[in-house]
């Protein structure tokens, strides 16, 4: 065995004798070693043959339907979204586009109403997370609710600063959620992450 001993076992160990490094077979199996010129870093494995029971073909059945269902609680992880709620964020964006122009030319009458417009669609937004219990997406309604109420607010005050510091918190809120929730499929269309 030129002097190795344990579990570095030397690679010129005859194929026909048990590894010494602990190999110790199951029922009555017993180990075989690589050839030697398969070593991986010089370091000898033992390989067991081991019979199979029954229990084997259970216990890999068990492990294939685990597999099976974290693959499946992915597929369904990602699903296209209720119409109702596609409407609703095909007019939110809408009215996020326009809220967008009248801030940049300074209407704020036009603000504020397209502000008023997006608190209606943020509650419906919340609805809908709330109806899910996804608590992030309840979170990130709930902030654009208070940033269209904010905008509003400093709109119908014309305060310059509070309607660009709105505006950017409820993009900042859009940014958020569509992070967290949306999936947008190669079709162009989005799923609900």
Not at 76 to 86: D, F, I, L, R
Request: proline share 3%; hydrophobic share 35%.
């Amino acid at each position: 065995m030129r002097g190795r001993s344990g579990w570095l076992a030397g690679r010129d160990e005859s194929p026909t004798r048990p590894a010494r490094h602990g190999a110790i077979g199951h029922r009555g199996t017993e180990a075989r070693r690589k050839p030697n010129n398969s070593s991986c870093l010089g370091v000898s494995v033992a390989h067991f043959s081991v019979s199979r029971s029954p229990w084997d073909d259970v216990r890999h059945g068990l492990l294939a339907l685990g597999a099976a269902a974290m693959f499946g609680l992915t597929i369904v992880a990602s699903e296209k979204a209720p119409e109702s709620y596609v409407k609703n964020m095909k007019d939110t964006n809408a009215e996020a586009a326009e809220l967008r122009k009248s801030v940049e030319v300074k209407n704020y009458d036009a603000s504020a109403q397209h502000a008023a417009t997006l608190k209606t669609l943020f509650a419906n937004t919340l609805s809908f997370w709330e109806n899910r219990k996804t608590d992030d997406a309840v979170g990130f309604a709930k902030a654009g609710i208070q940033a269209a109420t904010d905008l509003e607010t400093a709109a119908k005050a014309k305060n310059e600063e509070g309607v660009t510091a709105s505006a950017k918190a409820l993009n900042a809120t859009c940014k958020s959620c569509h992070d967290a929730h949306r999936e947008r499929l190669p079709d162009g269309s989005s799923a609900i992450k």
